[in-house]
């Protein structure tokens, strides 16, 4: 899909010289710039595949700026910061808790009761700073290579000492769930991590904003059966379905 991608911009520079410093011969001002309908409609195509995102001037890869995790924590942060309060009883039920990394268990960190006692250990380095403020709480962070974009630590050294790990509850960080296909994720190296934070768990959780259900991303990390407990607003379409593996929805409707 990149080439037809670069086709479709060097389409657009042809049209517009001034974007491309100079590079293409301009059209003589009498002559109008005919309209690209193969163009367009070849970007209407990616973007429905997931592959371009169509933005006013153009189209980019989708997979850009929102991928940031510093780019993603303001972003509906009023209904990640409802959702954790919602949860926030039943997680303060352990002592021994994984929090994933992801802007949702960031906020849901900030979250917890000043006097909540107990371990967290976590792959963010953010979740990490803000727990480490609490008296009555021990935290561990994950070793191994901070991914750029996530900001979560990945790698052969997060994978081995998740090996060791069993906590009473990990919060999974999710950003695509769809029934069918699972829970899945843009990065190949946070799928490799998250398949084996999920066996670190006697129970895990998941507080996932409503835009993220019927989401399909790059990566499978697991079957949404391996979800114990939904936390989200409104009753998402799937939630017959995700009841049907097993999976407990809770929303601010019940």
Not at 36 to 65: C, F, M, N, W, Y
């Amino acid at each position: 899909y990149l080439d037809t991608f670069f086709e479709l911009q060097t389409a657009a520079l042809r049209n517009r010289p001034e974007l491309a410093g100079g590079a293409f011969e301009p059209r003589p001002a009498e002559t109008p710039a005919p309209v690209s309908v193969p163009a367009a409609d070849g970007e209407i195509a990616l973007e429905r595949q997931g592959r371009l995102r169509r933005v006013h001037g153009g189209a980019i890869k989708p997979d850009t700026e929102l991928s940031r995790f510093e780019n993603r924590v303001d972003l509906g942060a009023d209904v990640k910061k409802r959702l954790a309060e919602l949860a926030m009883d039943e997680i303060c039920e352990n002592r021994v808790i994984f929090i994933d990394g992801g802007s949702t268990n960031y906020l849901a960190a900030q979250a917890f009761p000043r006097d909540w006692e107990g371990t967290v250990i976590t792959n963010s380095p953010a979740v990490a700073l803000w727990m480490s403020d609490y008296d009555h709480v021990e935290v561990n962070m994950l070793p191994g290579i901070i991914n750029h974009k996530s900001k979560e630590t990945v790698g052969s050294a997060a994978l081995t000492a998740l090996q060791q790990l069993h906590c009473d509850l990990v919060l999974l960080g999710v950003s695509s769930i769809d029934p069918e296909h699972g829970i899945t994720t843009p990065y190949l190296e946070s799928a490799e991590t998250k398949r084996v934070i999920i066996k670190a768990g006697a129970k895990v959780m998941s507080l996932i904003t409503p835009e993220k259900f019927g989401r399909i991303s790059t990566y499978r990390i697991a079957g949404c059966n391996e979800l114990d407990v939904i936390v989200t607003e409104g009753t998402p379409d799937c939630a017959g379905a995700l009841a049907a593996m097993g999976v407990a929805v809770r929303t601010d409707r019940q």
